[in-house]
């Protein structure tokens, strides 16, 4: 089975800051690896997502993720952050094979500072 | 606009009382899917449809029911909700492989007294 862990659960920055949101995952069997926010209200939407390829993944609003195999990590970073960027963000794994299912880890809440 | 719509958005019942939420996407994709997010616990999947027809249980599954007589349709029944099933809903869809972005609606909230 696979799990997904966010080693934070509430991250506070200031506005302009950089920011890094953590996520380690475990799976005996490859996975996808995809990054989902959820604004105040709303469902979720993804930001990035790791198939193959390039480690480093670019998404949406300036997010970035890096793909880290020995160290089974999908770090979320992004350089400055802006208020608009207050929302929970999730972590999450899908395998290869198989059933379309995504195991999501707890969620780490951003919180900016002005 | 392609969307998952729910409905409804808010919902406050009492023990035992069955109710369904419903939910609809227009995106033709063949892959649906409910979960429940808990405060600490993230989003957990409650079932998922890979078609018509197609049901299957995920990880929480006790105390649900669902159907999917059509592509576009999964509705989430609780034939006799109790407290501990409240929680904020979401449905789901995606096309079938599993590397594809799932969209989600804009979730259910639910109080159970």
């Known amino acids: 089975a696979q799990s997904v862990t966010q080693l934070d659960s509430q991250v506070p920055v200031f506005e302009e800051a950089p920011v890094e949101l953590r996520c380690n995952y475990s799976s005996s069997v490859s996975v996808y690896l995809f990054w989902y926010v959820q604004y105040p209200n709303q469902g979720l939407q993804l930001l990035l997502k790791y198939l193959s390829g390039s480690t480093l993944v670019k998404g949406i609003n300036g997010f970035e993720a890096e793909f880290n195999k020995s160290q089974t990590s999908f770090h979320l970073r992004k350089p400055s952050v802006h208020i608009s960027d207050t929302a929970e963000y999730f972590c999450?794994?899908?395998?290869?094979?198989?059933?379309?299912?995504?195991?999501f880890g707890q969620g780490t809440r951003l919180t900016i500072n002005p | 606009e392609a969307q998952v719509t729910q409905n409804p958005r808010y919902l406050i019942t009492v023990t035992g009382k069955k109710l369904t939420v419903t939910c609809s996407q227009n995106?033709?994709?063949?892959?649906m899917s409910w979960y429940r997010q808990d405060p600490g616990l993230g989003l957990r999947q409650i079932y998922y449809s890979m078609n018509v027809e197609v049901t299957d249980k995920g990880d929480v599954p006790e105390g649900y029911k669902v159907s999917r007589k059509e592509k576009r349709n999964f509705p989430l029944i609780l034939e006799s909700p109790s407290p501990n099933q409240t929680s904020l809903y979401f449905c789901?869809?995606?096309?079938?492989?599993?590397?594809?972005?799932?969209?989600f609606g804009p979730g259910t909230r639910l109080t159970v007294l």
């Open positions: 789901a869809s995606s096309l079938e492989r599993t590397y594809n972005e799932q969209f």
């Open positions: 995106m033709n994709h063949e892959y």
């Open positions: 999450a794994v899908s395998i290869i094979q198989g059933a379309q299912k995504l195991v």
